[in-house]
């Protein structure tokens, strides 16, 4: 079965693709293509997953797109969290305002340090991830974040040129034109599967690497074969150890919300506008105007960014240390928080390049075969 | 080994490969055997038992069934967990990897909780973060169900979140990667696994041709729109619905949770009480997990109270020098939550033992501010300004008193100041100007000296302020004797406090605080009902008390003008009353209430003591019993030493005999009582609201002089004027409005009659306030009394007013034989005006608005979510023109019916008009 769109159905959109189609026609056939681990990159990556799953996937699949895959399933994943934060945001806060004055303004400061709580989930979620993933690439060679371009070829559309008619005998025939739509990219991983790792698109110098600094051994015959079952190893480790701390370092970020002496960040730089503003007076020119203004936004960003700060030291050291006058559990819990974000971390990176390493030398370990030489005597 | 193997297998491996690539002309079948030559080579089935086959499936649909989900949910835990330790060990799968993610969600979420826990105080919010997870959670999985999933079961026929179990055991969804669906799981076996019955519910004609396929494709297209439209709904929907299920089940559960802490109070007290009192201590099992959790508490818990005061008094502090600092640092860390004004009470005492009133620890910092003082004193003098006396020389002069730098003495204030003029005079004496001066001009200066002395140089002036003192070794054995009494009191109290706010405190779960929310709400509930007013009228009404007693008026005239309205608004509030009174007093205890808040007699002293309140049996008695008797056992405990500790004792068990009022002990107690007052005096007032209008209302329509109780004398104009304002006044005003309403010293009269008609009593023997006779049938004797009684009470705290009337020489109303001394303070008259049923409202509106609000808001969101996806669903899975279907085939067919039928008419119409023709023809013949 073939989706069948009729003149009528074909969009604009549909047009855009035919015209840039039949200029792809002329190019040659694309190859995925791995690209280098760098923070530019990653946030491109970051970035056109999140917005075509908020502009292209979701109208994609909402028509039952026969093109729409598991990779846009998965990348529309992203909606929820971000439309969801907001919608959180907006349940602690938006109702707010209708409230009686008293009223809401206990509730809006109750609400900002919720609103506080999911941004810095979210923050602390992302951020917390190189923590993992960067020492075990500096010490393993993987970097399970490796983002590559992938190419997808859909489904070629198929175009009626007449509208359907039944003929005398009833059938409903149609003359077709099938077109081919334009390459899909997808920003992917190149080691998001530990099944199908895409070895096919690494050097074969990568495995030198991976064998080296696993110490396999260097100038091997069959590194990749080698080096396979560590790169595997590392993939199922890293990845544990990135998931779980992450989610317990969310954890902290919104344990930091709710410490310390928010309420007066709030109360001085959020909800007071017009703090240590110079007015400006009808009489000054356009040019002194505008430099009022910049340096009241200056002023006021530099004294809001101080504050924070101010604001973040009061409140971090509260987490650790426990709210003043806090006795056991209370007065620890903060600081058990912290040390298990930290602990499942360390652990982790730990667990990952020492059984990384510890393959590497139980392979070396097993001296029947050197496999630096070529040839060997029995 | 196993290197061997696998260099050997690649070796292998590759010879194959190079012959394959070399050898284009050898037939492969000379080097593998293959089966394809002996298929071609038979004509019949090949057989098949010797071949190696692959096994038979094992993957298969996940079927519902409540039960099995319940078992299969365990599984899956179970399998999480094994899936984060395979990833840790390096033997995870893509489909564990994908679970770790769950697992570390749960992981997060429930750190979070725990440490949210620890920034709540009461019980309830700590166990709602908990069930915010849980909510969350529950959300995260309900929605699909409930907004996705089901609907569009309903309406396509099929569940686009099937669910199946791969051959390796893992738990899938069928229609997660469009692109690989495992369609061979839809047997047939069941209905919900047919692919024939789907495309029946589908409409897809019977007869097209590979319908299944069809099937498939619209089955294919169906899920992948219901998937996108769960992802694109789910932001929404999640957090409101937890947001909505968290609210619901926290109405169902505070109660419950209410209920748990008053009983865990009532146990905990009586094991108290005859631990104390009847000195039978209970077994207790040490071995339960809630003893080994405090064992561990106490290993990570500060040091305790005798212990603190041990280390304070030790060798480290003996015969040194302490500061203000230490001490104070002292007696916070023991004194926390002691009760009013035992800190300092500790504070004086300490210090008192530590050093005499008028003796002063003098070292060399003391020194120094000393000298400074003297300089600032000598500012400009001669003495200075000619260099006879250097700061230098004064400090000498000091430090020659007190010997070497680094020790100190303790001085008496007076011996201090003799001795540095006496310095000075001797300095002065053997000062070469002096003694070159004659001996007129030296007593001219001696004698100026002594003038400075007596004028500028007092004790007073010239001393610094000590703020230090010295662990002397009869000191620390004072301090050290009374560790362990203090210690057992602050144990016992903080335990009894703690026991008492379960039940007492002001945390939102505590069953007083319980009950004021259910009584603002219920007040509110009766006065503005959801029906009867909107949301937009109730907004203006907020802090605007005016406009709440306007719009009160109205309705509490609608509701008494009813008989059955009126006894189900009495009732109601009647049950809150006496609902409260027996959580608070006990059982069947409810009586003892108004001897608990009138009191008997004075004490010898002509003082009140906290025995006032004491009424046998009720769980407040047992509480004030152990108070004072944790506090006597305090003062026993300290033995001879009580003159020490005097304050202290004071603080907390008051001395023997006057000024009880100021102990700790009292001042709990009291705190208890003014509760329970507060609540049920806000009762009454609305109880007595609702008889006046009620009585109000009847004396209106039927004119019968009963209703004005036993004012006769009132003439029927004065009455309605009156009731009137009695009506507005019950509602809102407070006794000082009183005075200034009517402008009572100008009519003393009116006021009185003001009294008699509204807080009226009735004559004979029983002297209490006068009630209607259904309010008081609805009420119940018990609850009428209180009622009668706090009316009456009020009656002379309005009309007796010390503050407003005494000056005027007049009091409106007869007292009678005693004055109550209950009224005598403010906060005792403020008590027992009680809340004005107007603030009270004012705050029951301003909940119950915001309360609605947000639920308006986000029930509202959620159900524009609900409705949007499901009104989708009628937009998905169209069928395209291509598709056959059912409706078309039943038309078609019975479109070649009726052709069919009316081919038969014809040709029997036909046959009939020959067979008449045959017929005239052979009539004709004839």
Redesign the interface.
Known sequence: ?I??V?NEMVSRGAKRQEVSKSNKQKEEHEEPKVLTSSINNRMLAGFHRTSNAFLE??A???????N???YE?LA??R??????S???I??FN??SK????R?AQK?KKIGLKLAAGVIFYALAKTLSKDLVTRPVAWATGVDIEQPYLNVIYPFPKVILTEP?KPNEAGE?GQKRIIQDLAPQYQYQKLWE????PRIDLVEPEFFDKVARKNGLGENLN?AE?EAKPIL??????A???Q??S???W??CG??LA??GDWDQYYDTYISNTKLGKTPINKDMTWKEKLGVKISNGYNKTKNATLALKDAFASSAKELYN??P??????K???KG?IF?ALGSTVF?VA?TII?ARSMGKN?CD?K??DKNQDSMVV | MATVNKIQNQTAFTQRANIDQNSNNVAMEHLIPLPRRHYRNHNTIPNSVNMIKPEPGQGHLIRGGFFRSIGRFFKNRVYDVKSVYNGYTGKANDHQLGRTNDVGLVLGGTGIAAFLTTRRVATMPKHMEFIGLASFLTSMALWPKIGIFGPARLVHGFDADKRYIDDQGRNKSVFQDPNYVPFDLYTGRKKSENLSAIGDYMGIAKDAKNRDDITKDQMRKIANQNHTLWMLTSGFAVPTLTALLCNGFERVYEPFIVGQKAKKHDKELNEMYSEIVNGITSQKNTHSPKSVMKKLQRAIKTKSVSEKIAEFTSVKNLNKVLSESDLSKLVNEITTDAGHGVSEALAEDLSAILIKADEIVVDSKYTEDLAKNIESKFQGHKLLKNGILTLDEIKTILLEQNGTKDSYSVLNKNDITDKILNGIKSKLASSSEIKAAGSMTREAVLARVQDLATTKFTTENILPKSTKFVMTEEAANTINSIGATLETYLTRFKKLKDINALKMGDLADSQNAFYWGKLEKAFTNIIYPHNVITSKNLKTLIDNPKAIEAETIKRLESIVRNDGDYKKVLSEINNLKMGYLKAMLGDGMEEQYTSLVKGSSPNGNGCWTQRNYRTNGTQIDKFIELQTRIASDFRAGIGNKSGLFRNLINAIAGPDGWNYSTSVAHLETMENVSKVENFVTACDRIIHTLDLYRRTYLFETTGDERYLGDTGFINKQWASKLFKEGKANTLSAHSTDFFAKFGALNKPEKFQNYLKLIYNRTSGTDSLGFLDSLTSETLGPTSSRITREWIDKLRRLVGNDNKNWQYAGFWVDDLGDYANEMLQTPEARYRAQGKSPVELLNQGIKKSYNSNKWLRMFGGLFIGVFSLSILSQFFFGKKDSTIPLEKDRIARIKKEERAERRQNKIAQKEAEAKAKQIEMEAANAN
Request: aromatic content about 12%; overall charge positive.
């Open positions: 079965m989706p069948k009729t996937y979701p994609k699949g909402l028509k039952g797109d026969i729409s895959n598991f399933f529309m994943g909606v929820p969290y971000l439309i969801g907001g919608t959180f907006g349940v938006a109702a209708f409230f009686d004055s009223g509730s359907p409903k599967s530990v099944e199908f069959n074969g595997k190893n590392v993939i199922s480790t990845t544990t150890a998931r779980i992450s989610f317990l969310a954890a919104v344990a709710a410490c426990g709210a006058g806090s006795k056991g559990f209370k620890h819990a903060g928080l298990a982790g667990n059984r392979l097993e029947v075969i």
